[in-house]
């Protein structure tokens, strides 16, 4: 398990710098443009190219993919994996271009479907239209970008598509800073940037595919098997894998007829909620995926013991680190917010709103990690429908909630109800493996669970202390923020280390 851990890091390092230029991106954004209308008309346009990203980049696309490529790649060889590629790539080039193409056009209809609380203000409705036209063709780029990736993956190069997403946040930072000022609507400038991303992240992947012999010469063969078997997979796997990113685009829907500015706070929590998932959650199961690849067997009585240890490895990890996330943020909540986004147009009624949301997001963190894990456990064995039925179960779970909860608590009520989703899913998928045997916990749980429990109190009771309530933070001035803040985060860190240490957690209870 050792270059597992070495891939992890090298992953999680790369998805580290993207999450910390997101949240500069993030911090810019709020002190450029504030939460208002505006911004919720750029949010709403930003939710179809987001949701792309997290489907085909961190998600569904590389969970079908893998395991083909993997599979031409041991048993084919280098030849029909390169034909693979190309036909591939040619067909779905051809049906991106077409949906991309579709999203200009209907871009008006889109906008009354992702919100349409936006009907009853023609010039919110109208430039939420147009930002929704601008970033149409990411999703084109980010589709071949998402392949390209998996292409790399296949072969344990994870440091290229792990770095791709920085691209994102550059442009968005580049064109915020430097091109909204010169914008009779300055908001469209971060359209402009979505776009120009698209087209920057698969370009940058090209060359690293050239080193490999894989650059595509694109052919549309639909009818190719590789393909076909492709497209089997592609549809129920973007499903499956991806109910906490359409939780979160339902979220969006009916959030929009809710206050104005609920968008806002909503995707400043989701953003917040993304940082530790992204580094700790989707690197986990990044490099896991192509080894279950290789590991899986078609018998199901755990005899496959490296299979099974390398999902108890990932899952080891997800209690370690997630347990610890869920509870930092959850009880930071307001302090972070207050410390990144504070400002003359991001109000410390903003603070407060957001704050709700995030302490409901954070809750559910340790679930959405969980799924990052055991979703490729299933379709590492060519099993799609078993995650789809959870899938649709936690959506089920997620409408009914948050029709319930919506009105009484708001924006909040929405995040909560997209948190016990997770929880749903992630436990439906937990005992599925247990019980048809794929997975067997190992024999280290209990005490690693108690161990674990035990340093997040420690962490808990020590952040407790130091921390105050939110609007002592907003009345701070922000070096004072910042001092407090890290100092709150770096206490939290030692105390569970050091109790972690100190309860008889050792290196070789995580190999």
């Known amino acids: 398990m050792a270059s597992l851990a070495g891939s992890f890091a090298k992953v999680g390092s790369s998805v580290l710098l993207s999450r910390i230029l997101g949240f500069v991106r993030d911090l810019i954004i709020a002190r450029v443009f504030g939460a208002d209308a505006a911004t919720d008309a750029f949010f709403v346009a930003f939710k179809l190219p987001n949701l792309a990203r997290r489907l085909f980049a961190e998600g569904a696309f590389s969970a079908a993919c893998v395991p ?35 999203g200009v056009l209907a871009a008006p209809l889109l906008v009354l479907l992702l919100a349409p609380g936006f009907v009853v203000d023609a010039e919110q409705h109208q430039l939420t239209t147009r930002m929704l036209q601008l970033v149409s063709p990411y999703l084109f780029f980010i ?43 300055p908001i469209l400038a971060l359209a ?24 595509p010469r694109p052919r549309f063969a ?13 549809l129920p796997a973007l499903f499956g894998i991806s109910v906490a990113q359409l939780s979160l685009l339902i979220d969006t829907l009916l959030a929009s007829f809710l206050t104005s500015g609920s968008i806002s706070w909503l995707y400043y929590s989701d953003r917040l909620v993304e940082f530790p998932l992204g580094i700790l959650g989707v690197a986990i199961g990044t490099v896991i995926l192509p080894r279950l690849a290789r590991q899986q067997s078609s018998n199901g009585d755990c005899s496959d013991s490296r299979f099974s240890q390398t999902l108890d490895w990932g899952l080891r990890w997800v209690l370690l680190l997630g347990l610890p996330a869920t509870l930092g943020l959850f009880m930071l909540a307001g302090p972070i917010l207050a410390t990144l986004f504070q400002s003359d147009v991001f109000t410390t009624l903003d603070v407060q709103m957001s704050e709700r949301s995030l302490m409901a997001y954070a809750s559910g963190l340790f679930a959405f990690m969980a799924i990052k894990v055991l979703v490729p456990g299933f379709y590492s064995r060519d099993d799609i429908k078993t995650p789809v039925r959870i899938a649709a179960i936690a959506m089920t779970s997620n409408l009914l909630l948050s029709a319930a909860l919506m009105f009484p608590l708001g924006h909040a009520g929405l995040a909560l109800a997209t948190a016990v989703a997770a929880l749903v899913n992630a436990g439906l998928l937990l005992r599925v493996l247990i019980d048809r045997r794929i997975y067997c916990p190992g024999r280290q749980w209990l005490p690693l669970i108690a161990r674990t ?6 962490m808990g009771l020590g952040l407790w ?34 109790a972690l240490l100190a309860l008889g957690l050792r290196p070789r209870d995580l190999r």
Request: with cysteine.
């Open 68 to 102: 083909i490529l993997n599979a031409y790649r041991q048993h084919r060889g280098f030849a029909e994996l390169k034909r693979l590629v190309d036909d591939v790539t040619g067909t779905l080039g051809l049906l991106l271009l077409l949906v991309t193409v579709l």
């Open 453 to 458: 429990l035990g340093a997040c109190l420690a």
């Open 192 to 215: 402009w940037g979505v776009c120009l991303a698209g087209m920057a992240q698969l370009l940058f992947q090209l060359p690293f595919l050239a080193q490999l012999r894989l650059l």
């Open 222 to 234: 639909p009818a190719a098997a590789g393909v076909r078997g492709l497209g089997k997979r592609m």
């Open 465 to 498: 202390l130091i921390s105050a309530p939110t609007p002592e933070w907003s009345a701070l001035e922000n070096s004072a923020r910042v001092f407090r803040l890290t100092l709150s985060i770096g206490l939290g860190v030692l105390l569970y280390a050091g």
């Open 143 to 185: 589709g071949l970008t998402a392949f390209a990736g998996s292409v790399l993956n296949t072969y344990e190069r994870f440091g290229v598509p792990a770095f791709t997403p920085v691209l994102l946040n550059l442009a968005l930072i580049g064109c915020a800073l430097w091109l909204a000022p010169q914008l009779q609507q």
